[in-house]
């Protein structure tokens, strides 16, 4: 069974700077994209930051030039490095593995951590 474990979410002061992982319990085939993905209270769930399996790289324009989503050769372990955070950067972020094969799509989440911040 497939489990995306985060870890490196916490509080800091605006100005700051977190680290995000998540690492896949195991390879995972016909992996399509991989992402970041962040939702505060009240909100809906938005794109962060999302990789193609061939290296393709999208921001959302309030991150850019701030976060940069990277990923381990393997595939098996996705980062998002934030820096300058801002209040508003505040919420549960996800990370996310989309695998299609055979024309079939299934998305992978892990279970969030808490990005909070606040001086």
């Known amino acids: 069974q497939v489990r995306l474990v985060e870890s490196g979410g916490g509080l800091v002061q605006p100005g700051g700077s977190l680290r995000l992982s998540c690492a896949a319990s195991t390879t995972i085939p016909y992996t399509k994209a991989t992402g970041w993905y962040r939702q505060a209270p009240g909100k809906q769930r938005e794109l962060v930051a999302d990789m193609t399996i061939g290296g393709s790289i999208k921001y959302a324009d309030s991150v850019k030039g701030r976060f940069t989503i990277s990923r381990t050769s393997a595939n098996n372990t996705l980062y998002l490095q934030m820096n300058n955070l801002k209040p508003e950067d505040t919420a549960v972020y996800y990370c996310?593995?989309?695998?299609?094969?055979?024309?079939?799509?299934?998305?992978?989440w892990g279970q969030g951590t808490q990005v909070t911040v606040s001086s």
């Open positions: 996310n593995f989309h695998v299609t094969y055979l024309g079939d799509e299934h998305d992978y």
